[in-house]
């Protein structure tokens, strides 16, 4: 079993910065590729960003490329998202993913382990 869990919510201004951590545990022993996925209010839920199990390689929702950063720290088992130049609709429920795989997929239907999701509020 593999568990997620993320930290680094919160309520910021427009233009603000936050850093979200997705801490990994469980079966910590197979490569997984990892992603983050959003979900606001009356909306489907979407890509962020996704990354592979070695850190070499990082993909994103046009929405969010050149503003939002994802890496990992394999050590520590931690995937991070750090968002800049927030906007207002970039409010939503943050998740975390993670897949018994070495390259991601943008898919969410790909992904069987799930974070409980954290709150982001952009205000303008």
């Known amino acids: 079993q593999v568990q997620l869990a993320e930290s680094g919510g919160g309520l910021v201004q427009a233009g603000g910065s936050l850093r979200l951590s997705c801490a990994r545990s469980?079966?910590?022993?197979?490569?997984?590729?990892m992603g983050w996925f959003r979900q606001a209010p009356g909306k489907e839920r979407e890509f962020v960003a996704a990354?592979?199990?070695?850190?070499?390689?990082?993909y994103y929702a046009d929405s969010v490329r050149g503003r939002f950063t994802v890496s990992r720290d394999n050590i520590k088992n931690t995937m991070y998202l750090q968002m800049n130049s927030l906007k207002s609709e970039d409010t939503a429920v943050y998740y975390c993913?993670?897949?018994?795989?070495?390259?991601?997929?943008?898919?969410?239907?790909?992904?069987?382990?799930w974070g409980q999701g954290t709150q982001v509020t952009v205000s303008s």
């Open positions: 990354i592979n199990w070695s850190g070499s390689s990082t």
């Open positions: 993913t993670a897949v018994s795989r070495r390259e991601p997929t943008m898919s969410q239907a790909d992904y069987p382990h």
């Open positions: 469980g079966r910590t022993f197979n490569v997984y590729a």
